[in-house]
């Protein structure tokens, strides 16, 4: 069980990796995510169904058009393989708890929770490519997900009685929202409204995990944006006034405070004596 699961719904995430391919190259440019059907970009030979088999089609035909032979981006086999292990991964780590359920409640309760954390993971990926990419990070993605992961975190509260949770994770919402809306009014060039939207989803998210999760998540997003900053400048890739999206690393310290939040809290405690 402990093996199945997590191989099963990572099967799920490299399929939905597929999407989020579409999703990635059609969203910014403002094309629908359902029409036209999958085509080479070179020569517009739809994609075969036995051709879009994630990951296993893209190594098949050595990343190329079966058609004309055009190469296509590894980037489609790797966000496919990279939503894949991400599933994998968050369904291991909740598994645990869900096999160890006190109740049926509390189990439908655990399995909100972990949809909400796939789903969460298939926007990270989707968002943070096409922030590297475009410097965007739209709304047709990052609104929705209020409502989304919202409505899942709501319903898991209302199953297993958990208001705290809840409560807290609109708390964080509202505080990750407010926090990144006076750093863009303070500094417009420096923060996008892209990224206050954002704040409040992550905020969501965070918030449930608790407040050692908000507090490390959303000291975890800085520290990874500077350590990203200074690489580039020394690299000579970008300089101080270079425009560095800043979309990856808040979602990439999210999920440092949900995974991490709890024992790097209670670390930093106990370091200075506090816990």
Avoid: Q
């Avoid at 069980?1 to 191989?7: D, G, H, K, L, Y």
């Avoid at 970009?41 to 051709?51: F, I, K, L």
């Avoid at 899942?152 to 926090?179: K, M, N, P, Q």
């Avoid at 892209?194 to 000291?219: E, N, R």
Wanted: hydrophobic fraction near 55%; charged fraction near 10%; include cysteine.
């Amino acid at each position: 069980m402990t093996i199945i699961v997590p191989a099963i719904v990572g099967v799920l995430g490299a399929a939905i990796g597929s999407f989020l391919n579409v999703v990635i190259h059609r969203v910014p440019a403002g094309i629908s995510v359902v029409r036209p059907p999958s085509a080479c970009p070179s020569c517009s030979a739809r994609v075969r169904p036995y051709d879009n088999i994630p990951i296993i089609s893209w190594v098949l035909l050595r990343g190329r058009c079966r058609d004309c032979s055009a190469p296509f981006s590894v980037r489609y086999a790797l966000v496919e393989l990279l939503t894949a292990l991400a599933f994998a991964g968050i369904a291991a780590w909740r598994l645990p708890s869900l096999l160890t359920a006190e109740s049926a409640l509390t189990l439908a309760g655990g399995a909100l929770v972990l949809v909400a954390l796939l789903y969460f993971a298939a926007i990270t990926i989707a968002l943070a490519v096409i922030d590297l990419d475009t410097h965007r990070l739209p709304n047709a993605i990052v609104l929705p997900s209020y409502g989304v992961l919202g409505g899942l975190l709501a319903s898991a509260a209302i199953v297993t009685g958990d208001v705290e949770s809840a409560a807290r994770a609109a708390a964080g919402a509202g505080i990750l929202f407010a926090g990144y809306l006076l750093l863009a009014l303070i500094s417009p060039r420096g923060m996008g409204m892209g990224d206050v939207k954002l704040a409040g989803v992550i905020g969501l998210m965070l918030g449930w995990f608790g407040w050692s999760a908000l507090a490390v998540g959303t000291l975890a997003a800085f520290l990874l944006g500077a350590l990203v900053g200074v690489g580039l400048i020394i690299a000579r890739r970008a300089s101080r006034t270079t425009g560095i999206p800043f979309g990856p690393w808040m979602l990439g310290g999210a999920w440092v405070g949900i995974m991490l939040g709890e024992p790097m809290a209670r670390g930093y405690l106990a370091l200075f004596g506090l816990e």
